[in-house]
C-alpha cells in the first residue's frame, strides 16, 4: 500500500503561481512513477503530468505545457507540481497518483494506470 497526501492548493488569481507537494508513505516511492491528475465539476478526470521512477522522463498535457513542472524528491518521498502563469481553466480538484509505469506507449495518461490515489487539494483560479 502507498499513502498519498497532496498539499498547496488554494486561491489564486489568473496569472499566479501556486506549488503542489504530494508527501508518499508506505512502499519505497522510487518503485512507482507519479502522475498528477485534475478534474474539474462535471468533468471527467484529466492527466496533467508524470514523473518516472528516478525523475529523468517527464510528460505534460498539451494544456500545461511550458507552464507546469512537475519534479520528485526521492529521498524526501514527495512529488510536486509547480504551477506558473494559472488560468481560470486551471480550476479543479488536483489529484496525484503513483503507478508501476510501463515502457513506451502512452500508459500515462489512463487515471486506470495507477493504483493508489491521493484525496486531492482544491485549486481555484480567479479571473
Known amino acids: 500500500q502507498v499513502q498519498l497526501v497532496e498539499s498547496g492548493g488554494g486561491l489564486v488569481q489568473a496569472g499566479g503561481s501556486l506549488r503542489l507537494s504530494c508527501a508518499a508513505s508506505?512502499?519505497?516511492?522510487?518503485?512507482?512513477?507519479m502522475g498528477w491528475f485534475r478534474q474539474a465539476p462535471g468533468k471527467e478526470r484529466e492527466f496533467v503530468a508524470t514523473?518516472?521512477?528516478?525523475?529523468?522522463?517527464?510528460v505534460y498535457a498539451d494544456s500545461v505545457k511550458g507552464r507546469f513542472t512537475i519534479s520528485r524528491d526521492n529521498a524526501k518521498n514527495t512529488v510536486y507540481l509547480k504551477m506558473n502563469s494559472l488560468k481560470p481553466e486551471d480550476t479543479a480538484v488536483y489529484y496525484c497518483?503513483?503507478?508501476?509505469?510501463?515502457?513506451?506507449?502512452?500508459?500515462?495518461?489512463?487515471?486506470?494506470?495507477?493504483?493508489?490515489w491521493g484525496q486531492g487539494t482544491q485549486v481555484t483560479v480567479s479571473s
Open positions: 508506505g512502499h519505497t516511492f522510487s518503485n512507482y512513477a
Open positions: 497518483a503513483a503507478g508501476i509505469g510501463k515502457t513506451g506507449g502512452t500508459w500515462y495518461i489512463s487515471p486506470n494506470s495507477y493504483a493508489y
Open positions: 514523473i518516472s521512477r528516478s525523475g529523468g522522463s517527464t
